[in-house]
């Protein structure tokens, strides 16, 4: 143990003399520029194109420094660093794991940081959620630190789904996600089948698989979505822009959470607001179609007399 601790204490000094001369050498060169800089009038100075790519050159060092300076502060001052907000996109194809990565990712960030008064919704039973949600506006009154666990989202909102079909507050909801501390735990089996009104706002792709198919041993592996859309075809490619990988053993009483078996309502219902286009165009389309059982009618009727 003394060897331990005895090379655990030369690291020690180490990393503070490395700390220490990247402190001293921005100070001094900061103080330098600005002994330099001192007695310029800038007002009079031809502001030409090497003329401002000389100051931004200048300005790096003290920037650098200011940088630091408020990292430090944040640290010092205990800042919440949790991005509780976006969606998630698991995508796998069946028994691959997807709703029970959503639920396993969602319980450790209420474990982890309890002071958020993190609180669980989905459109399935879930022990311990707050709420389960059976209509898509019970969505645009959660509170924040709100993650709704939405399984089979390709059910109601498809690729085959046209835009002016989604609905609007949905959609104004998805797009402020960040302002209200709201996140989308998201499954599919295709990225792709997930509409894109969705697929517009996933931060993260993760591709999730049950290990020699025994339904004990899962891996996610997350990709940026912007990566994952551009190299999904390949992949050699899309290996080299993984972002993370995680992977669990499940137990007994992670099963017990929700029921594998359960199957899944739909939360898009019959009087779903359409947008103005949509109503002035299905408006147009009744009335042709009146028009023309008019005219059968019509011809019918002349045919008896």
């Known amino acids: 143990m003394g060897l331990i601790y005895s090379i655990l204490y030369i690291l020690l000094i180490i990393g503070l003399f490395i700390i220490s001369i990247f402190l001293t050498y921005f100070i001094v060169k900061t103080f330098i520029i600005c002994v330099k800089n001192r007695g310029k009038k800038h007002h009079k100075m031809k502001f030409n194109y090497k ?16 940088f630091v300076k408020q990292v430090i502060f944040d640290l010092l001052g205990g800042k919440d660093y949790l991005k509780l907000f976006g969606i998630w996109a698991f995508t796998g194809y069946y028994g691959e794991g997807k709703t029970l990565g959503c639920l396993q990712f969602a319980k450790n960030l209420q474990r982890k940081h309890p002071h958020r008064n993190i609180q669980l919704y989905s459109n399935i039973h879930i022990v311990g959620q707050v709420k389960r949600i059976t209509d898509w506006q019970e969505l645009l009154n959660l509170p924040k630190n709100s ?21 609007e507050d949905l959609l104004r909801r998805l797009t402020q996600v960040r302002k209200k ?34 339904d004990r041993w899962f891996k996610y592996t997350f990709y940026h979505a912007d990566d994952y859309e551009q190299y999904k075809d390949s992949k050699l490619k899309l290996m080299l822009y993984k972002y993370i990988t995680m ?30 286009d949509d109503k002035l165009m299905l408006q147009g389309e009744l009335k042709i179609f009146r028009n023309e059982v008019y005219k059968y009618i019509e011809n019918e009727f002349k045919k008896v007399i």
């Open 147 to 167: 993650i709704f666990i939405y399984d089979e989202s390709q059910s109601d909102f498809s690729c085959n789904m046209g835009v002016n079909a989604f609905p």
């Open 181 to 214: 501390q709201f996140a989308v735990f998201a499954t599919s089996p295709r990225f792709n089948r997930m509409n894109i009104n969705f697929r517009e706002s996933v931060n993260f792709v993760i591709e999730c698989k049950n290990i020699m198919k025994l």
């Open 51 to 66: 003329h401002k790519l000389y100051h931004i050159k200048d300005s790096r060092y003290i920037n650098t420094v200011e």
């Open 247 to 276: 992977s669990f053993v499940v137990q007994n009483r992670d099963y017990r959470q929700y029921s594998t078996l359960e199957e899944v309502d739909t939360i898009k219902k019959d009087d779903m607001k359409l947008k103005k």
